[in-house]
């Protein structure tokens, strides 16, 4: 198939702050048109944890999110740090902070993108069986969250009454269901 990349004119930073970083960029598409103003966010890669435990519980937090103005369901995410040797310790390490779980059996489940028309960055989903408590919550001084063992009929109505907000984190829990034939 062929390449449709965009040719870059020009770019420009226009904020470079760490949870603001934007350039404007001239851009020519492949049939010759031109987008004068493109914006594109850059951020670093994230990841998410489908964590269940030995007893079959789903993992979760909730947390207050100001975008929204609400108070979430959400998996154990964050931000994939430069020195985190991979993604899946990157996992390992936001799970253990947010709720004291690790252990058990890890495999990278989704890659996925925020919004892949204007975001740099990508979202590494992890699936984590068999996890155990084994700290206690060590959180950031930014972090404000509870933590919640659902089941998985739980999980399933938090799904389908649209009650996980946060699209890269209902995007792997629906391919969970989906794969599992739980509905």
């Known amino acids: 198939m062929e390449d449709r990349k965009w040719k870059v004119l020009h770019s420009e930073y226009l904020s470079r ?13 492949p049939n010759g048109n031109e987008i004068p103003n493109y914006y594109v966010l850059e951020y670093p890669d994230w990841v998410n944890v489908i964590a269940i435990t ?40 936001e799970l253990l902070e947010e709720t004291g779980y690790g252990n058990g059996n890890w495999e990278e489940y989704a890659v996925i993108s925020a919004n892949p028309s204007t975001h740099t960055n990508l979202t590494h989903c992890f699936l984590a069986t ?19 063992l659902l089941s998985i009929d739980e999980v ?28």
């Not at 702050?17 to 598409?29: A, H, Q, Y």
């Open 54 to 93: 030995k007893e079959k519980k789903f993992i979760f937090v909730r947390q207050y999110r100001h975008g929204l103005g609400k108070t979430c369901f959400e998996l154990c995410a964050g931000v994939s740090e430069k020195e985190d040797p991979s993604y899946m310790v990157s996992a390992q390490r």
């Open 156 to 183: 399933k109505a938090l799904l389908q009454n649209d009650e996980i907000k946060q699209a890269l984190h209902a995007t792997p829990l629906w391919k969970y269901v989906a794969e599992n034939h739980l509905m």
């Open 17 to 29: 702050e760490p949870w603001f970083t934007v350039r404007k960029e001239r851009v020519e598409l």
């Open 130 to 148: 068999d996890v155990e408590p084994v700290a206690k919550q060590n959180l950031e001084s930014t972090e404000d969250l509870t933590i919640h």
